[in-house]
């Protein structure tokens, strides 16, 4: 028997629906959810599941639902109430095409920003975590990072696009799709999360264990010398991460005799574990050697043990460099018309040390100049007279420098001859 569809108004000029009941019961469509679908493993879509179809009447454009469960020979729709096509309306939307595209668009950001994320998680325990923490913890952050990427595996698989089919004229079958994506995406999202909380967990409790497990440094006192051109020995001793309270020290005596100590010195650490020692030796004689320096430590109720024996080496007293001596001379020109030009160069003085240049002629100054010496000791001065008569009384060249007082005296005298008697290079 052939179900007949009737129109939901009575008013209608043509009740008769059951063409286009038949036909809207046909229809099918596919949609991209953000769902992997387990069961479709075949390219032809699934015949969506549906009980009931929506649709307008053309003669009176009433809007109405019917139930295709019902047998009766004849079957009136049910008119449908604004708010039921208001819900409808907002289902419908739910499958049309735009909303497939964006969908995929918006897989593709999440992809795209996990696959980032992911990246930068590797490397900061490539780079960072993995050179910083002990094996314990390392094992805990390679848990961590791979039950990180299990959760995103499941995430991925339960976002990853899939087609779905469903009748657009029947709000049961897409009720259905609805209703199977949920489902579908309980499961891999309870994955999903239970991986994401395991590695919180796991990365959280690796530096936990880290501290917990982590070998505390070794103790070590650590020696360094030197030795002046003078003799004196300076060593010092610095110890690290020994208990409070425990002893360090050295003895320095003659390589072979550790019964004869020149010069013995200890310390307690303090709080931190650290402690610094320094030991002297005023005079310290290489050719008595060669020396040692034993570095020892003790700790509270225990008995000493050695921390290094050091052969002091290179102590022999650099040969000084000799310094030259101190020299200034002096040079002198003297023209027929009576010019007078006077040079003075020093060399080795002091940095900074005066040295004044100054001619007479009896009680009178004719000239003087003045020049401090450089850093390196050296100095040059220049005094030119245009015109000195030597005829009346002789013209006598002073060059003045420091004394032991700081003060300016004569260091030497020089007669400066008339211009017949100079010599040939002018000295």
């Not at 209608?12 to 809207?24: F, K, Q, S």
């Not at 980032?116 to 975590?129: C, D, N, S």
């Not at 650590?222 to 020995?233: I, N, Q, V």
């Not at 020290?249 to 320094?278: N, Y």
Request: neutral net charge; proline residues 6%; charged residues 20%.
């Amino acid at each position: 028997m052939t179900t007949k569809w009737l129109c939901a108004t009575s008013t209608c000029p043509n009740p008769d629906l059951t063409e286009l009941v038949t036909v809207a019961a046909g229809k099918t469509a596919v949609s991209v959810l953000e769902v992997f679908d387990p069961e479709a493993r075949t390219p032809a879509p699934a015949k969506p599941r549906y009980s009931d179809v929506e649709l307008i009447c053309p003669h009176c454009k009433t809007r109405q639902m019917f139930d295709l469960r019902r047998t009766e020979a004849e079957v009136k729709g049910r008119p449908i109430l604004d708010t039921e096509a208001v819900a409808l309306d907002k289902l419908r939307a739910l499958f049309e095409p735009q909303k497939s595209a964006e969908r995929l668009e918006a897989f593709g950001t999440w992809l795209f920003g996990g696959t980032a994320f992911f990246t930068t998680l590797v490397g900061f325990y490539a780079y960072t975590v993995h050179d910083t923490v002990k094996a314990g913890s390392q094992v805990f952050f390679t848990v961590a990072l791979a039950l990180l990427g299990l959760s995103m595996a499941f995430a991925a698989r339960m976002k990853t696009p899939a087609l779905k089919t469903f009748n657009p004229d029947s709000p049961s079958s897409m009720l259905k799709a609805l209703e199977e994506r949920a489902t579908e995406r309980s499961g891999q999202l309870k994955v999903a999360s239970a991986c994401f909380a395991a590695a919180l967990a796991f990365a959280g409790a690796a530096p936990a264990l880290g501290a917990l497990f982590s070998s505390t440094p070794d103790a070590q006192v650590t020696t360094s010398y030197t030795r002046d051109a003078s003799g004196k020995l300076s060593a010092v001793l610095r110890a690290t991460a020994m208990k409070p309270g425990d002893v360090f020290g050295a003895r320095l005596h003659r390589q072979g005799s550790p019964q004869a100590v020149l010069l013995e010195g200890s310390q307690a650490v303090k709080a931190d574990g650290t402690g610094e020692l320094t030991l002297e030796v005023a005079k310290l004689e290489a050719k008595d050697g060669p020396w040692e320096l034993a570095t020892y430590t003790r700790g509270q109720g225990t008995a000493e043990k050695d921390a290094g024996v050091h052969v002091l080496t290179g102590l022999a007293v650099p040969v000084p460099v000799a310094r030259p001596e101190p020299s200034l001379s002096t040079t002198f020109s003297f023209t027929q018309k009576g010019k007078l030009t006077l040079e003075a160069l020093g060399s080795a003085l002091k940095p900074h040390e005066p040295v004044e240049l100054q001619v007479r002629q009896g009680d009178q100054v004719l000239g003087w100049t003045r020049g401090v010496a450089a850093q390196d000791g050296a100095v040059s001065l220049k005094l030119e007279l245009a015109t000195v008569d030597v005829s009346k009384e002789p013209v006598v060249l002073t060059v003045l420098g420091n004394n032991k007082d700081g003060k300016l005296e004569p260091l030497f005298e020089k007669l400066v001859p008339g211009p017949a008697k100079v010599a040939a290079d002018g000295r």
